[in-house]
């Protein structure tokens, strides 16, 4: 536990002990791009972002889900009946333990990936987004044109 810089410490006040306190700087978070985005800036989103796309960052935007877990979701991990999705660490790299999670699936993103399912049809095992959806490059590519398009600040062009 340290002493707060302007109450003195036990040393201080009851030995008479003088404590040096070295200035130390406050780390500060740097400005991230986290942004979240209001109902009709999620809608015109959707319009601007390329219809096969839209399902695979429609699950980003309504679950929270990492791009790389979802590119690495399994058709056996999404359980459409009980509107939820089994993030683990079985078959992908997760960030760390705690990443192993359910995430429910909310109503409007269920109608999304059974519609999605049908043109990706696939067993348990295989990708619920399967290529191109799982090259990050053209992902993010797709994703800033839609952005820029929306008018949403430069796309992400300048994110560190």
């Not at 306190?21 to 979240?36: D, F, I, L, N, Q």
Request: with cysteine; hydrophobic share 40%.
């Amino acid at each position: 536990m340290t002493s707060a810089p302007w109450l003195p410490s036990w040393c201080e006040s009851e030995r008479g002990i003088p404590i040096a306190r070295p200035a130390v700087p406050k780390e500060r978070e740097p400005g991230g791009r986290e942004r979240w985005l209001a109902a009709d800036e999620i809608h015109t989103l959707e319009r601007a972002v390329p219809v096969g796309w839209w399902p695979f960052y429609a699950l980003l935007l309504y679950t929270g889900l990492r791009w790389g877990e979802a590119a690495g979701l399994l058709w056996g991990d999404v359980r459409l009946a009980e509107r939820r999705i089994s993030v683990t660490d079985r078959v992908r790299r997760l960030k760390n333990m705690a990443s192993n999670r359910d995430v429910p699936i909310p109503e409007p993103l269920a109608r999304l990936l059974a519609a999605h399912r049908t043109r990706y049809p696939g067993g348990p095992a295989d990708l619920a987004f399967p290529s191109p959806f799982d090259d990050y490059r053209r992902a993010r590519r797709t994703f800033q044109v839609a952005a820029l398009q929306a008018q949403f600040h430069d796309g992400g062009r300048n994110a560190s």
